[in-house]
């Protein structure tokens, strides 16, 4: 999500009053939730906020038995966080790009240190009308109903102290970090509000600095994620198509090399998280499955495709001229993009490689050992960057200007509907947004539900109704032990672990109070599987291997756990998926899908190449999580106390 994206819902209404009254449950089986391939008749996907692999597990070290690849097992730091043997293959390089825009522009030297990491838009003080953090227990609360009472206290803690886009002098030797990967604690709390790095389309291309003349054959796909300062100091979040400012720097974004920072588990950091990963199953070349930020990502996890631009009559058309992006450095500066930004600059017509960008993407995947198809009709222009969709929460129209028109195409609502499958999206804050359509600053996040782009559900009241709903139906729902066969959970701004406008603790708290009450009613724990991940890494560097999809990705790799009786005992994956995973999941347990003949579960499982088990043989592929599983192995009690180790 985009920081405009919580800025504006920084005036979050404090009210205490409750929108109606308490739902005492409202799930409704459907006729074939039980009809499935496994023992899982219900999944919950919880979905944080922007925060890549490396950035959360870079110090984890599995049971006994297992193996990762993170920042430490590759050597690139060690256990206390400090540049390790191989940290030179984490350094991060100054480009030029002075004239067309490049996915692997040319290099010019090794950073001697980072540009210095900034604050952003964390704010430096807790303030009731500024929030976060919040002043006070009973601001925070009237605001946050969905954490525990014990929690809460936590959204009054971790302002920076700093004024916002400033030096984050919080971390020790700020201004003179080596040129990679730096840990944030203890400088930088856990408990603490920090920056957002850059996390838009074409500049994550440009950050992982792909090229086929990178290539080897445990990299096939030749990308270094080795411009991630750089792009962040020279492009930032977002140019919008004004000129550079005169006195421009590498503090000028207000960001620095914020996209370097990591937490340290080895040191206390992310303890729920890291719990759950040493008792069930995570995987570590789990991916967001498109380059940029929470709407395309958000999208393909819905659609297993990207949406396009439509005119009037639904067909395909083209938006207006500030609205397609244009990555291009202005002239007489060094990738300072030409038209980018929040309002502006979030479409491109990718089948067509002379638009701007496009061509620098076409022509790495083309030049690939195995071609990659971009796959891009023609005449489309698609959506590569966050526009609220064309519905609000109430089904009428929005008709504002940076918004992505309604779309036709089905997702995998649909589908499960369609074949007599219950799902629902549970949104923390959908009530207030249904009750105020209007208003930006319920806490909701419209870009991140797909359904809510979408004709064929937002248009039919009695389905929007059922297949949308607040965080209270489901927490009422999970109560009396009755959830649909599908749950897709989103916290709301404050909780959902976004850098900047949340902590990544809060994100914990608010899905331990999922798990510890699925764990109250053994019936259905036993028949449960709980995925739990990020929308995408928020920019956040990571050294992981990337697989090229299509023209829109993949992108950096991303947390996953699932947790379930049959995922006990601590086991890391290694096969390659991305949110389109759990698309196949669900269709393979469900015996349904695709969704259609384009979208992106149709790919094969990977066949892991002889001796890399992250490097799929016949890319490109995407697993279906099954391997996640044990299911030869019976349930055993709960989650805490039972169970095969």
Not at 152 to 157: D, G, I, K, M, Y
Not at 516 to 536: C, G, M, N, Y
Request: glycine share 10%; proline share 9%.
């Amino acid at each position: 999500m985009t920081d405009n994206a919580w800025r504006r819902r920084l005036l979050l209404c404090l009210e205490v009053a409750v929108i109606g009254m308490p739902l005492a449950g409202s799930a409704t089986a459907a006729p074939h939730d039980n009809d499935t391939a496994t023992p899982i008749k219900h999944v919950i996907v919880i979905y944080g906020e922007n925060r890549s692999f490396d950035h959360l597990f870079a110090t984890y070290v599995p049971p006994q038995g297992q193996t990762i690849r993170n920042l430490l097992s590759e050597g690139i730091i060690d256990k206390a966080g400090k540049p390790g043997p191989n940290f030179a293959t984490a350094m991060q390089y100054r480009a030029t790009d002075t004239d067309t825009y490049s996915i692997a522009p040319t290099k010019a030297g090794v950073y001697v240190t980072l540009p210095p990491p900034m604050t952003g838009s964390a704010h430096g003080s807790a303030s009731d009308k500024n929030p976060p953090p919040f002043a006070t227990p009973a601001a925070a609360a009237a605001a946050d109903r969905s954490l525990p009472s014990q929690d809460v206290v936590a959204l009054t803690t971790g302002a920076t102290g700093l004024p916002r886009n400033s030096i984050d002098t919080r971390i020790a030797g700020v201004n003179g970090l080596p040129p990679g990967p730096f840990q944030l604690t203890p400088g930088v709390p856990y408990d603490a509000y920090a920056a957002s790095p850059v996390h838009r389309f074409y500049q994550n291309w440009q950050q992982s600095d792909c090229s086929v003349e990178h290539a080897s054959a445990d990299n096939p796909s030749g990308c270094l994620h080795d411009l991630f300062a750089w792009v962040e100091v020279s492009a930032g979040a977002g140019s919008n198509g004004g000129p550079q400012p005169a006195k421009f720097n590498d503090q000028t974004t207000g960001e620095g090399a914020s996209a370097l920072g990591f937490y340290n588990v080895q040191q206390g950091d992310m303890p729920y998280f890291t719990q759950l990963a040493e008792q069930y199953a995570m995987a570590d070349n789990y991916h967001q499955p498109s380059m940029g930020g929470t709407g395309l990502d958000s999208i393909v996890a819905g659609f297993g495709d990207a949406l396009w631009y439509t005119g009037p009559d639904g067909q395909p058309a083209q938006p207006a001229a500030n609205q397609i992006e244009n990555p291009d450095p202005q002239h007489g500066t060094n990738n300072w993009y030409t038209q980018d930004g929040y309002h502006g600059g979030s479409y491109s017509e990718c089948a067509d490689p002379k638009q701007p960008g496009v061509g620098a993407v076409v022509q790495y995947l083309q030049a690939l050992p195995r071609k990659i198809d971009p796959h891009c009709e023609p005449n489309r222009y698609y959506l590569l960057n966050n526009y609220p969709p064309g519905y609000y929460g109430d089904g009428t129209l929005n008709r504002g200007e940076f918004v992505i028109p309604p779309v036709t195409t089905h997702s995998i609502g649909d589908l499960l509907h369609d074949t007599g499958v219950s799902v629902t999206w549970f949104a923390e804050g959908w009530d207030r947004y249904k009750a105020n359509p209007h208003d930006r600053n319920t806490g909701y996040c419209d870009i991140c539900n797909p359904f809510n782009y979408e004709t064929s559900i937002m248009t039919k009241p009695a389905l929007r109704d059922s297949m949308i709903q607040d965080i209270r139906n489901f927490d009422a729902d999970l109560k009396r032990g009755a959830l649909p066969a599908v749950s897709l959970v989103k916290p709301g701004w404050l909780d959902d672990g976004h850098p900047g406008s949340s902590k990544f603790g809060l994100f914990e708290a608010f899905t331990r109070r999922i798990i510890t009450e699925l764990q109250r009613h053994p019936k259905l724990w036993e028949s449960t599987a709980v995925f739990i991940t990020t929308d995408e890494a928020g920019g956040y560097y990571d050294s992981g291997y990337i697989q090229p999809l299509d023209f829109f990705g993949d992108g950096p790799r991303i947390p996953m756990i699932v947790v379930s009786p049959y995922s006990r005992g601590g086991r890391v994956v290694h096969s390659y998926m991305d949110h389109v995973a759990i698309l196949k999941f669900i269709e393979a347990n469900w015996r349904v899908g695709p969704i259609s003949t384009r979208s992106r579960d149709n790919l094969p499982n990977p066949v892991p190449t002889a001796g890399d088990p992250y490097v799929p043989a016949n890319s490109p592929a995407i697993g279906d999580m099954m391997d996640m599983f044990d299911f030869a192995s019976a349930p055993e009690g709960n989650g805490e106390t039972g169970g095969k180790k």
